[in-house]
């Protein structure tokens, strides 16, 4: 039950007052994520699916030399498809595809651009991103929140002094959402190459792309019930 003391609208003893308070914060991310697939291709089986395992090594082995610029890495969906001719009489397979997915996380943005231009000059290697994130308890979340409080509580004096009147108490506090947006990632770096996975002899290394990290909009809202001493109108 609803306490007399606190009732669920208001009085002309005391007038509730509901405000919305907001908050927007710019920030630079804190995690860049790239996808990177490896592919194979051939007419037998195991020879595409030796092939995708010693690619997958070599792209593993490359993230890993990264240490702890590297986060998290994960690998996702691995495929081996055949491809059935389409002339001639049966089932009779022409190719074979073979996939793996991974994704990795790193901290280190000063290792990005050297990394993703590596992993982009590997043999049948495609990389997608870089997209940009917060952590989940990233101090940005609380600052906002925080922010947004104070505007609600801003609010409901203004109010109240336009009003003639001051705010009373604090009724209800409901947080109606905080969330983090930026730019989805605008290109794909590497793709399917022709160059070997070892580079030649003597060849020197690609330069390293320039990327820049996006900065994320942080959007905190709150709603807020307030009660106002009776102003004189």
Do not use: C
């Not at 930026?182 to 690609?206: C, D, F, H, I, N």
């Amino acid at each position: 039950m609803t306490s007399p003391q606190n009732p669920p609208y208001g009085t002309p003893d005391t007038p509730l007052l509901t405000v919305r308070g907001e908050a927007e914060l710019e920030v630079d991310p804190e995690i860049a994520r790239i996808g990177v697939t490896v592919t194979a291709r051939g007419k037998d089986r195991r020879t595409t699916l030796d092939d995708l395992t010693h690619r997958n090594a070599t792209v593993l082995e490359l993230l890993k030399s990264y240490g702890d610029a590297v986060e998290n890495l994960s690998t996702g969906a691995v495929s081996l498809t055949p491809e059935l001719g389409q002339r001639g009489r049966g089932e009779r397979v022409r190719t074979y595809h073979g996939t793996v997915h991974l994704t990795a996380e790193l901290t280190d943005f000063t290792a990005l651009g050297e990394l993703t231009t590596r992993l982009a000059d590997l043999d049948l290697t495609g990389v997608d991103g870089p997209s940009w994130a917060l952590r989940t308890d990233s101090p940005a979340y609380r600052q906002a929140r925080q922010q947004a409080v104070q505007d609600a509580v801003q609010r409901a004096k203004e109010y109240a002094q336009a009003l003639g009147t001051t705010v009373a108490a604090l009724i209800e506090l409901a947080d109606t959402g905080t969330g983090a947006s930026g730019l989805r990632p605008q290109a794909a770096y590497g793709g399917r190459m022709t160059r070997s996975a070892v580079m030649a002899k003597g060849e020197p290394a690609p330069d390293p792309l320039d990327l820049e990290p996006q900065r994320m909009q942080i959007r905190a809202e709150v709603s807020a019930q307030f009660t106002m001493n009776p102003p004189t109108l």
